[in-house]
């Protein structure tokens, strides 16, 4: 199997999970969101202005942990983005989506991430610092 494929795999997991709904959701693929992830994008672009976005940094380790505990085959969703980079993107998203809810901003970024490892893996065989598998023996 190459790098490319588990790549695309791992990635098509995370982009079903998401366009597809939690299994948890309702018939509407309606689901709650308990805590700081309701809050709005609006709120969180406010409060980072303010310096007291630390309770949206905690939501989103919680969250991205979580996804990665129950996707299978997911190690890490957004890829080797530190918590700043992830807490720019949720930013950078949030500056254009003033309406949107902070949850709905993570999954943006969530799925955006694994698009950008799917074309990462494609110009690169190799995956997570190691070297590429030696081709096989005729």
């Not at 007291?52 to 979580?66: I, N, S």
């Not at 129950?70 to 500056?95: E, F, Q």
């Not at 003033?98 to 490892?117: G, H, L, W």
């Amino acid at each position: 199997m190459s790098a490319c494929s588990s790549f695309a795999k791992r990635a098509c997991l995370i982009v079903c999970a998401l366009s597809a709904g939690a299994e948890a959701a309702d018939e509407g693929g309606n689901y709650a969101v308990w805590g700081i992830g309701q809050a709005s994008c609006n709120q969180f672009v406010k409060a980072l202005a303010a310096d007291t976005a630390r309770d949206y940094g905690t939501y989103l380790a919680g969250y991205l942990t979580a996804f990665n505990t129950i996707s299978p085959g997911v190690h890490s969703a957004t890829g080797r983005a530190t918590a700043a980079d992830n807490l720019r993107r949720i930013a950078d998203y949030c500056a254009d989506h003033r309406m949107d809810s902070f949850e709905r901003a993570i999954q943006s970024v969530v799925k955006d991430a694994s698009a950008a490892t799917v074309a990462s893996a494609k110009e690169s065989p190799s995956t997570w610092g190691r070297p590429a598998a030696p081709p096989a023996q005729p």
